[in-house]
């Protein structure tokens, strides 16, 4: 049994369809602490927001990760998981984090394409493009600080999963 791998990174980064191809390479088990904590709720994470504010959805984010985590799993994180130190303390005792890095502008185009609006509310109201800009000046050094690698995730999913590949097996030889 491997440790669990965490990706983290902004909403729009790719999380979910790297940890979907990441996990059927490995053989793992791919778990998504967003679809967890809405299946478990029976609520989206708009309607947490909406009616009972960020503060208590964070603190709902944090227990579904703990509930989530487990050897040989590929686990994808909420954008805002790494606001509260004991998730990203958490993550980096228990597994390996990798920070899927992608660029303001491409987020906003993403988000633009596949908005996803239940599952990723508007942190600002703001258009889009501002708001990922805004909101990665401040996560940035979280994402940083939190992860155990950082990997650029503009390109191909497929040219992404290879680079964790190629960075999960340097770690294994070293």
Known sequence: MSLPIYLIGARGCGKTTIGHRLSQTLGYAFRDTDHHL???????????VAEQGWEVFR????ES?????????????GG?????P?????????GRVVWLNVEPKELARRLIV????????????????EEM?????????????????????ARSPDAVVDDILHILRQQQAG
């Open 114 to 129: 596949d908005p996803e609006a239940e599952q990723r509310p508007t942190l600002t109201g703001r258009p889009i493009s």
């Open 59 to 62: 603190t709902m984010e944090a």
């Open 86 to 94: 004991e998730n990203c303390q958490f993550m980096r005792d228990n």
């Open 80 to 84: 805002g998981i790494i606001l509260r």
């Open 65 to 77: 990760l703990q509930q989530v985590t487990a050897p040989s799993s590929i686990i994808a994180t």
């Open 133 to 153: 800009s805004d909101i990665l000046t401040i996560r940035r050094p979280l994402y940083s600080s939190a992860a155990h690698h950082i990997v650029d995730a």
């Open 38 to 48: 809405q299946n478990v709720r029976c609520i989206s994470i708009a309607q947490i």
